[in-house]
């Protein structure tokens, strides 16, 4: 099996996952760092190994780990080793820490968020048409990261002057070019952060995540200190990370497929089709680190051996032809059915699923409510991947607004 390394910068993530898929279901990669692990590259095989308990988080079952071969200073170890939370264990363990986060992320309690999220979109657009005017400006950072970031802080607790910090570590947190004298440190400034707000709800609880997960700990369900910390980093991490990616996405497909974009401006399409075609043509997440094979596992017609670490590629099974017919490789927000699985499957699957569904789906009709002649300011071509392995994530999303509510303000 030849294998296929995986592209630190992101150069051109549609032709990796095109050469991911023709090797296969199950392609052995080199992740950046020579981290050699293997991909699940199709969507029936990706569902088949989602739901396997043979395929587990915890990190020790991993060959190379066990031998010494991961060093610490490995720009991923972020996301391989992070720490113990509902993303690295399972069975018992990952029920009882899913439960307590699930309660408050269920359909009906996101569904209240919907006022707030309706009052920050608004507020941000407001911002954006009081720039000036016939200057291009960066939707991504103007737009697409401040309202995630404000609803999933709002959600935790988390004080909006630990913004900017966030964001800086973050971006070392996910980023491969990292320089390894660097990562170690970068983590514990992650932990020293998150644990600060921690403790500034210990002392002073509220009506966020963060302080009923103390509360929980408190009253029998026993989480570590350690527990608490990590599951509040990696709510935020992914909480807001992959609604960026997914607005900054409708928007860029919206603009390169212009008779799709009158159609849905017309209300001939849905923004949930346009939203969930998205996700699945162009996913916010191309590859999520890592789960580990307990046993030999057949995978097709490949065996993934027995301590040998796995990643999901959705970016390469989201265009899977085996699952979505001879079109896969297209944008169409008419597609019926489309049974995508860009927010994981089974036990693992993203808790945070229909909160960014909500984000994505208030956030973009009043854009393009507010800004009917929105237009890339740079050809899509020109459009840069940052150097994240894990995330289909654009530097910036230069546009020109045009005139609010598409006549002269």
């Keep these: 099996m030849t294998r296929i390394a995986l592209d630190p910068f992101v150069t051109d993530l549609d032709g990796e996952s095109a050469a991911l898929r023709a090797a296969g279901p199950l392609a ?3 992740l950046p760092g020579g981290v050699h692990v293997y991909a699940v590259t199709r969507h029936a095989e990706a569902r088949a190994l989602l739901t396997d308990s043979r395929v587990v988080k915890d990190i020790n079952v991993w060959g190379a780990w066990q031998r010494g071969e991961i060093p610490m200073d490995w720009p991923l170890i972020g996301l391989a080793n992070p720490g113990r939370s509902m993303l690295t264990v399972d069975g018992a363990d ?31 657009l407001t911002r954006l048409a009081a720039l000036p005017a016939g200057q291009p400006v960066d939707l991504k950072a103007e737009f697409a990261y401040p309202l995630p970031m404000n609803v999933i802080s709002e959600l935790m607790g988390v004080d909006a002057a630990d913004h900017p910090r966030l964001k800086e570590l973050f971006e070392k947190f996910f980023s491969t070019q990292t320089p390894p004298e660097e990562v170690p440190q970068m983590m514990a400034d992650l932990g020293a952060l998150f644990t600060k707000i921690v403790d500034a709800k210990r002392a002073n609880p509220g009506d966020d995540l963060t302080s009923a997960l103390i509360a929980a700990s408190e009253d029998g369900d026993h989480l570590t200190d350690e527990e ?7 709510i935020i ?18 603009q390169t497929h212009p008779e799709q974009r009158k159609q849905v401006l017309n209300g001939e399409i849905g923004w949930d089709g346009v939203i969930e075609e998205t996700l699945r043509w162009n996913t916010p997440t191309s590859h999520v680190l890592i789960r580990f094979a307990t046993e030999d596992i057949e995978v097709g017609d490949r065996i993934l051996p027995k301590g040998e670490g796995l990643i999901i590629s959705f970016g390469a099974l989201g265009r899977d032809e085996e699952a979505y017919g001879p079109t896969a490789g297209e944008f169409d927000a008419t597609r019926t059915p489309n049974r995508h699985i860009a927010f994981g499957h089974g036990p693992h699957v993203c808790p945070g699923a229909a909160l960014s569904r909500l984000e994505a789906g208030i956030a973009l009709p009043a854009l393009y409510e507010r800004f009917p002649e929105l237009e890339l300011a740079v050809p899509a071509s020109e459009l840069r991947n940052k150097p994240i392995v894990t995330q289909n994530d654009l530097y910036e999303l230069p546009v020109e607004l045009g005139c609010p509510f598409g006549h002269d303000a």
């Design 237 to 254: 991490a992914a909480g807001h990370e992959t609604t960026i990616s997914l607005i900054v996405n409708v928007v860029e497909a919206l």
């Design 94 to 124: 990952h029920r009882r820490l899913r439960t307590l986060v699930a309660q408050a992320l269920t359909v009906k309690r996101v569904e209240r968020l919907r006022a707030g999220i309706e009052a920050l979109t608004d507020a941000s």
């Design 228 to 234: 608490i910390v990590n599951t509040l980093q990696l």
């Design 28 to 30: 052995e990669v080199e």
